[in-house]
């Protein structure tokens, strides 16, 4: 029953956690967490108060009630409630001060808060200790939920006290405990008791260093990071800002890292919840959502969100509010407002219809006047988790004005082409425009006129005329020929602009396409051999132009609109820059200059290829063949430049020495690398461009990297912090520093003393041992019988994660091979997990012999079994099964995750060696 029970909790948290590889999964899936007791799972395969705390935080950021069961998780909550009114984290667990505070935010979160407060009150006050910040702080956090914190709140003289005690100032950087959480505790217990923190800064330097280059925050040097430990970090910024009249701090953060960090931890309910009570406190927090505004009309026919609106129509506003995974938020508070050309306001509530998913109101507006109607949705709402109101906000600006009905012509060599197709120089247009509102169907003139301008794909003008309308009584028409050959590809657009010179009200168009070879002529590098230094500039420009029937057509004009870029590749697959063209006058020519940045990074180094793009309007890319003007012809290769450097390594600590090495050792040391040709101190560039550990090894002659580890950033030095691989080869090692650049290729790190490679020389060994094998066998039908084994993995008293492991199972008086099975990780450090069925065994012993994966490498005839166990099978008597059928499923569930887990075993190839080795 207990390894039973183990593979439950083994299946469900792989289950839940292999659904997706990031935060961003959890909340679609919120109802899979809920159990049938209304609490919410954990990652330990339990129900507890802080999942279901966590769980409901998300369900109301995101307005997902619909995917929770909402009596059941307060029925849930309420079942934990003690005798002394406290809470505990879990079933008949004791009262905590932070299950109080996480019974308190799930009740809030479900529109309640915990019953007998005042008593609750009473034994937050008793659970509080002075000389505990943590404590102190739960309970400051708890009693301001409820009320009840001016009444029963802490002694402020005695906590200034304490506190006043307790600061500390090194470098400008002031603080109260070195551990990131303990002085977040401490920053909540000094803004409560009101301790000076003068402008906050020096404060607030103290968790702006703890941000490391990944995004996240670390507790303290060298420890790891934890989405709970940012999400303090970020608090305790807010805390700060709150409290003084310093800048904002938290705008101080690397907002951008922060956001790719917690995007890519880890799918589970404390992560989400974490990343997004930091993020929710910041600028980043709006790109969580997309707002949509959509207005119905009473137009010439019903239309949905159109252009601008026809005078005389009427019109109501809708909002449609999505967020992470494209989900329709449902808890918000809308209000709208719309102010007419004159200033005239008027507010309306917009209440949400989960039929239509949209904020709505049956209200109808009307569309009178021309000229500007402004549109502001103010959008706001609650979380128990965060003290201010979230708040979003989306403004438009829609034109009351007049229909066009636009009648399109296009002829090319007699053959007429519909609007949208493709055109060619010397096409000839012909336009039809009727003007009309909803009580006129045809407007002939008025105190109007009408622009017709025809723009190329930048929008740049390239005809433009206008039509007094003010005693006009003919048809309202124009025309064109398309002449010029020097336009950019994309579409050519023919605007119809109704209105005063300085407004148009009334705006349509129809567009066509005209598709042509662009090139970048006139290529020039700053530097004849294109080989530059970190610290360089390296300038780039170029003239565009078409090209037509072999002949260049360089542009001109364009009020510079036209938009150029330069592309730099590290290879195919990866875009380093994109930096956009400074244009230029050159006579009659406009050219692009571009400015690539040498930063101090491992992206920078080595060759890197460049293209030039052209962007139209739309957004849309057209990319330009590099022509050689010299030579009055295309470039056969791709352009590339150069960036040289002769890396050091420096600043080494606790740098590792020659020896012996055991699986499960830690190598942890840190160390700066320098440029000697710039002087400059390199750090690590984008897509793991960075320093790497790597261990090299041999089997049969043949040489293979076993390990590849790469460094972190810690303040301003690289920190390699590496658990000896139990996948590592037995045997002589060498261990080297390197780099990656941009393009992958690796960049030598070179002994500052000595001048040569980075490496050390290093045996690798230990003995893996094997404790606590647990074996079951039996029947689940009458022709499928299931085996089992888990185990746990250490050297020299140190447990071993990671290890890929074949199982090789045989009967043990045969000498070939039954089968093979890879070796799934188990739920807790250190545990695996292996099973396996067969169709009608025979009875009597199994040996299962246990392999690392990289011992069955190579041609050898022999190969070292770390492990030998034996399992004795025997069918059983009555046809009742040992174990429900159900428990067969999760088996092969877990055989399915482990196959995932690990690298594809080539099964035949490992049966073949076997049976080999055996004959």
């Not at 307005?63 to 409630?81: E, P, T």
């Amino acid at each position: 029953m207990k390894i039973i029970n183990l593979l439950l909790c083994f299946v469900f948290v792989c289950c839940v956690c292999s659904q997706s590889a990031g935060i961003n999964e959890v909340i679609p899936r919120l109802s899979n967490y809920q159990a049938e007791n209304g609490g919410f799972v954990g990652t330990d395969g339990t129900t507890s108060l802080h999942a279901t705390s966590n769980a409901l935080f998300l369900s109301t950021i995101f307005g997902q009630s619909n995917l929770v069961k909402m009596d059941q998780a307060k029925s849930y909550i309420n079942s934990l409630s003690n005798a002394d009114y406290g809470f505990g984290n879990s079933k008949h667990q004791a009262t905590e001060l932070s299950s109080i505070k996480y019974a308190i935010f799930s009740l809030k979160n479900l529109g309640d808060g915990p019953n007998n407060s005042d008593k609750l009150a009473s034994l937050i006050q008793k659970l509080q200790d002075n000389n505990d910040l943590k404590s102190t702080a739960l309970a400051i956090q708890s009693l301001d939920l409820i009320g009840s914190l001016d009444t029963h709140g802490p002694n402020k003289d005695q906590l200034l006290q304490i506190l006043e005690s307790q600061v500390k100032t090194e470098d400008d950087v002031s603080y109260f405990s070195d551990s990131t959480t303990e002085n977040y505790y401490a920053i909540v217990v000094g803004a409560y008791a009101g301790f000076d923190f003068g402008d906050g800064q020096a404060f607030a330097d103290f968790f702006l260093q703890r941000q490391d280059e990944t995004g996240g925050f670390v507790s303290s040097l060298y420890e790891e990071k934890t989405s709970e430990i940012t999400a303090n970090a970020v608090e305790a910024l807010v805390i700060l800002e709150s409290v003084t009249d310093g800048e904002s701090f938290v705008e101080q953060v690397n907002l951008r890292a922060l956001f790719r960090y917690t995007q890519n931890l880890p799918a589970s309910l404390a992560n989400a919840a974490n990343s997004y009570k930091a993020l929710a406190q910041t600028s980043v927090f709006e790109y969580v959502f997309s707002t949509t505004a959509r207005y119905e009309t009473s137009q010439f026919t019903d239309s949905f969100n159109p252009s601008h609106l026809i005078q005389g129509s009427t019109f109501r506003p809708l909002l449609e509010v999505r967020t992470t995974a494209g989900l329709f938020h449902s808890g918000l508070d809308v209000e709208i407002v719309i102010t007419n050309s004159d200033g005239e306001k008027t507010v309306h509530e917009l209440t949400y219809t989960s039929d239509r998913r949209l904020y709505e109101t049956t209200q109808t507006f009307a569309a009178e006047k021309l000229g500007q109607l402004k549109v502001d949705f103010n959008i706001k709402w609650k979380v128990a988790e965060i003290k201010e109101e979230l708040l979003l906000s989306l403004s438009e600006e829609k034109s009351i004005g007049y229909k066009l009905f636009i009648g399109a012509n296009a002829q090319l060599g007699g053959e007429e082409i519909p609007v949208g197709g493709e055109i060619a120089f010397g096409t000839e247009f012909a336009f039809d425009l009727k003007i009309a509102t909803v009580e006129n169907p045809e407007i002939l003139s008025g105190d109007f006129s009408v622009k017709f301008v025809v723009k190329d794909s930048a929008g740049v003008s390239i005809h433009s005329e206008e039509l007094d309308c003010s005693t006009n009584n003919d048809k309202i028409s124009f025309s064109h020929v398309l002449e010029n050959v020097n336009l950019p590809a994309g579409f050519v657009s023919f605007e119809f602009s109704v209105g005063k010179a300085g407004f148009y009200h009334s705006v349509d168009s129809v567009h066509y396409i005209i598709k042509l070879q662009m090139v970048a002529s006139e290529i020039t590098f700053n530097s004849e051999d294109n080989e530059y230094s970190i610290g360089d500039k390296i300038l780039v420009s170029m003239v565009p132009a078409s090209f037509v029937d072999n002949n260049i057509e360089h542009f001109t004009g364009g009020d510079y609109k036209r938009k150029f870029q330069l592309v730099v590749h590290a290879n195919e697959n990866q875009v380093l820059y994109n930096i956009r063209g400074a244009p230029k006058n050159s006579g009659d020519e406009v050219s692009y200059e571009f400015e690539i940045p040498v930063h101090a990074n491992f992206a920078s180094i080595g060759n890197n290829r460049i293209s030039f793009v052209y962007v139209t309007e739309a957004g849309h890319t057209v990319l330009l063949d590099n022509y050689d003007s010299d030579a009055d012809d295309l470039y056969d290769s791709a352009l590339s430049y150069s960036v040289k450097a002769n890396l050091i390594v420096t600043n080494e600590e606790n740098s590792i020495s020659s020896g012996s090495l055991d699986y499960g050792n830690n190598v942890k040391f840190s160390f700066k690398v320098k440029d000697i040709l710039s002087g400059e101190y390199i750090s690590p560039g984008p897509e793991g461009t960075t320093a790497y550990l790597s261990l090299n090894q041999e089997i049969e002659g043949t040489s293979f990297v076993s390990a590849s580890h790469p460094a972190e950033i810690v303040y301003d030095k690289f920190v390699i912090d590496w658990i000896v691989s139990p996948n590592a080869v037995k045997g002589a090692g060498v261990i080297e520093l390197i780099a990656r650049s941009a393009n992958g290729s690796p960049l030598s790190l070179i002994r500052e003393d000595t001048n040569e490679q980075w490496s050390v020389d290093v045996v690798i060994g230990g003995k893996i041992d094997i404790s606590g094998p647990t074996t079951y066998s039996g029947q689940i039908t009458d022709e499928e019988s299931i085996f089992f084994v888990d185990f746990e993995l250490s050297c020299q008293g140190v447990k071993l994660d990671g290890a890929n492991i074949v199982a090789i199972v045989k009967k043990a008086d045969e000498a070939d091979m039954t089968l093979s099975a890879p070796v799934a990780h188990g739920p807790t450090h250190g545990a695996y997990s292996v099973s396996w069925t067969l169709n009608k065994p025979e009875a009597g012993d199994y040996v299962v012999e246990l392999y690392r994966q990289v011992d069955l490498l190579g041609e050898k005839e022999t190969s070292d079994v770390f492990h030998s166990l034996t399992i004795n099978y025997q069918p059983s008597v009555e046809k009742s099964l040992p174990i429900r059928t159900e428990f067969f499923v999760i088996v092969v569930l877990v055989g399915a995750f482990g196959f995932l887990s690990y690298k594809k075993i080539e099964i035949e190839g490992t049966r073949k060696k076997f049976n080999k080795k055996n004959r």
